[in-house]
T-cell receptor, first 114, second 109 residues
Framework: DAGVTQSPTHLIKTRGQHVTLRCSPI?????VSWYQQVLGQGPQFIFQ???????GRGNFPDRFSARQFPNYSSELNVNALLLGDSALYLC?????????????FGPGTRLTVT | DAKTTQPTSMDCAEGRAANLPCNHS???????VYWYRQIHSQGPQYIIH???NNETNEMASLIITEDRKSSTLILPHATLRDTAVYYC??????????FGEGTQLTVNP
């Protein structure tokens, strides 16, 4: 079975622009979480979705939003990009998002804001 | 947020045991400790978790002290492919992983 897939792999945006990142979970998984990883630091939790409903939100500004689709794939949207948004964005899928040992991470999307 | 303390970096010789310590002094009685690792340019990968008893799986062993304030992850026979950042994570409320900065383990030939 395929693992978690994310697209695109890399992208470069300019300050003030908008970006959409995509994640496809492992087949059968209904929960998706998003994390931001700035260079040299551990990942930071942004959102969790389960069955298309937001289950949790981290300490990120309203410029960050997400949604989950009926097929359980997910999008992370970031508006009005800042230089500080440059990071690796990771998606993790799990069956129901309940247990912390069942988080399966994708390879991430590397976002560079110039 | 719950906070763990780990050394910034460690080295280990290939074939030897790697012992990675973690302090989690704020952990509560029913909270698990989780270990994940992140190989360069990849997403984090689950290794093992435990509550109060020592745990072992095909990847590693986890030794938790009796007072549960610290633990040690043991890779019994480290290989070059075990070079990664290792994260020790306290369970927190909500279904989210709270990563610290982790320990960069370098396995040397």
């Amino acid at each position: 079975d395929a693992g978690v897939t994310q697209s695109p792999t890399h992208l470069i945006k300019t300050r003030g622009q908008h970006v959409t990142l995509r994640c496809s979970p492992i087949s059968g998984h209904k929960s998706v979480s998003w994390y931001q990883q700035v260079l040299g630091q551990g990942p930071q939790f942004i959102f969790q979705y389960y069955e298309k409903e937001e289950r949790g939100r981290g300490n990120f500004p309203d410029r960050f939003s997400a949604r989950q689709f009926p097929n359980y794939s997910s999008e992370l949207n970031v508006n009005a990009l800042l230089l500080g948004d440059s990071a690796l964005y990771l998606c993790a899928s799990s069956l129901a998002g309940t247990y912390l040992y069942e988080q399966y991470f994708g390879p991430g999307t590397r976002l560079t804001v110039t | 947020d719950a906070k763990t303390t780990q050394p910034t970096s460690m080295d280990c010789a290939e074939g030897r045991a790697a012992n990675l310590p973690c302090n989690h002094s704020t952990i509560s009685g029913n909270e698990y400790v989780y270990w994940y690792r992140q190989i360069h340019s990849q997403g984090p990968q689950y290794i093992i978790h435990g509550l109060k008893n020592n745990e072992t799986n095909e990847m590693a062993s986890l030794i938790i002290t009796e007072d549960r304030k610290s633990s040690t992850l043991i890779l019994p026979h480290a290989t070059l492919r075990d070079t990664a950042v290792y994260y020790c994570i306290e369970e927190t409320s909500g279904s989210r992983l709270t990563f610290g900065e982790g320990t960069q383990l370098t396995v040397n030939p």
